[in-house]
């Protein structure tokens, strides 16, 4: 690790962890949806890279428990690693239940995807597209939760006891995985003997030089602003640089919870104010006119921070050859999106 944190202001404000990162809080269209390789092409991707390239930043950052996004669908589109059953837990991909793992895409945590088992000797193996000097793995704790190890071919890298009194998302120490290559996967092993406990991994963070800073994106497919929970709105929050990109799902999807959506759009107005956060909020809630509540509701936030409104829906919208669907952009509508978020912010784009 370097003796010299490389610390921009716009990531200066540290998480619980001591992370210096910029957070994106969003749905598919900021986790990647419709960018075939979510590490590169995506809006999230291009704009890492801007930022990294700006301030000699080496770091990935979070990555979703969600690792593949349409798997068997119109396009398959790919996070930085992929997340799989090992052959001694059955050999099977995931994106189903089975008697060894399940995905719950509901956490009432920030990354909202967990994968969660309550049979010892399950394993889950992760395979990386890219090498990373370090690896932090993101777990709930609680009274019902049990043990797990994180090993690879050379044997156990860390053990981990999730049991607690109280209920809370943590994180492991840095894990160096330096020098192993992509071929190379590592395991995470349900190694808890309590029938009665289960363990919830809820993501996985990479780093080259943890001492400099990162960019989280916390986004998940499927994510409706109305039903987050006050402490994870507040834990988007705390950091001095917070990428905004929910609604979508809301009005398509829960067009009558405004009283909740208000309510939520309160809280993050209090706790970007609070942290001083520099906010700037997306409007890709495409096809629905400039007086749909959601769409004010996301102005009314920027309004009342101080933020700055990105609104993709001018050069965007009624343009068929930068959807995949009604609501995805191809990899080039992701391009745009990352052009127009990065001039909002002053930084250079950088592919």
Same mark, same amino acid.
């Given at each position: ?15 619980? !962890? ?83 793992? *399940? =995905? ?34 993101? !777990?709930?704790?609680? *009274? ?26 943590? =994180? ?45 994106? !916390? *986004? ?40 909740? $959506? ?31 509540? $959601?769409?004010?509701?996301?102005? =009314?936030?920027? *309004? ?30 992701? =391009? ?16």
């Amino acid at each position: 690790m370097s003796d010299v944190r490389n610390i921009p202001h716009l990531a200066a404000l540290a998480d619980d !962890y001591g992370i210096h990162s910029i957070n994106i809080f969003g749905d598919s269209i900021s986790h990647g949806a419709g960018a075939p390789i979510i590490y590169e092409e995506s809006y999230a991707a291009i704009v890492r890279n801007s930022i990294n390239h700006l301030y000699s930043g080496v770091n990935y950052g979070y990555a979703s428990m969600m690792s593949t996004l349409w798997p068997g669908g119109k396009l398959r589109c790919s996070e930085i690693h992929e997340i799989q059953l090992s052959q001694e837990a059955g050999g099977y991909s995931l994106g189903h239940d089975d008697k060894h793992w *399940s =995905r719950d895409v509901h956490g009432k945590h920030i990354g909202g995807c967990a994968m969660y088992s309550d049979v010892a000797g399950a394993n889950l193996m992760v395979h990386l597209a890219k090498e990373f000097n370090y690896m932090c793995v993101y !777990y709930l704790s609680g *009274s019902d939760k049990g043990t797990f190890d994180i090993y690879d071919d050379n044997g156990i890298m860390l053990s981990v006891d999730a049991f607690s009194s109280l209920p809370a998302e943590k =994180r492991t120490a840095f894990i160096d995985i330096s020098g192993r290559g992509v071929a190379s996967p590592f395991f995470i092993k349900n190694t808890t003997a309590d029938s009665g406990k289960n363990i919830y991994i809820t993501g996985i963070a990479y780093y080259n030089d943890p001492e400099s800073f990162t960019l989280n994106n !916390y *986004s998940l497919g499927g994510r409706c602003f109305h039903y987050q929970e006050p402490y994870v709105l507040k834990e988007a929050c705390q950091t001095s640089t917070l990428i905004f990109g929910l609604g979508y799902n809301d009005a398509t999807f829960a067009p009558n919870q405004t009283e909740l $959506f208000a309510q939520k759009a309160d809280i993050v107005i209090n706790e970007v104010n609070k942290n001083h956060t520099s906010l700037y909020v997306l409007d890709y809630v495409w096809n629905y006119p400039e007086d749909n509540f $959601f769409k004010k509701e996301l102005r =009314r936030i920027v *309004s009342q921070t101080n933020g700055k409104l990105v609104d993709m829906t001018v050069d965007m919208n009624g343009k068929k050859d930068l959807f995949v669907d009604d609501a995805h952009p191809t990899a080039a509508g992701h =391009r745009m999106i990352a052009e127009q978020l990065l001039k909002a912010m002053n930084i250079p784009v950088f592919m």
